[in-house]
């Protein structure tokens, strides 16, 4: 059974940090690319940064990039998304998910294309 689990969220003051996990079980993260994606109240699931299968490449969503950064650790089946200066609007429900069928060495900031979610983290952003 493939299955994603997300952990580390919480609420944090404007500028502090939070670092995600996600670890996956049923699968090995060698042949899926890792997606995080968020949805804050009102709003549609926007990507916010992924990991190809290689572990090679990256990318962020602009409104993170140079704030977050994306990282896997293969022995322990588990992708991290360190955020740091977080802001208010970074407020949201974060979510990862796995493409089966992943871009050779690439990945994509699209929903999609994501075939397993886990069931999400809330990090909420204020004073």
């Known amino acids: 059974q493939l299955q994603l689990v997300e952990s580390g969220g919480g609420s944090v003051q404007p500028g502090g940090s939070l670092r995600l996990s996600c670890t996956a079980s049923?699968?090995?993260?060698?042949?899926?690319?890792i997606g995080w994606f968020r949805q804050a109240p009102g709003k549609e699931r926007e990507g916010v940064s992924c990991?190809?299968?290689?572990?090679?490449?990256?990318n962020y969503a602009d409104s993170v990039r140079g704030r977050f950064t994306v990282s896997r650790d293969i022995a322990k089946n588990t992708v991290y998304l360190q955020m740091n200066n977080l802001k208010p609007e970074d407020t949201a429900v974060y979510y990862c998910?796995?493409?089966?069928?992943?871009?050779?060495?690439?990945?994509?900031?699209?929903?999609?294309?994501?075939?397993?979610w886990g069931k999400g983290t809330l990090v909420t952003v204020s004073s």
């Open positions: 998910a796995a493409d089966r069928h992943p871009l050779y060495r690439r990945c994509v900031l699209t929903t999609d294309r994501m075939d397993y």
């Open positions: 990991i190809s299968s290689s572990g090679g490449t990256t």
């Open positions: 049923g699968f090995t993260l060698n042949y899926y690319a």
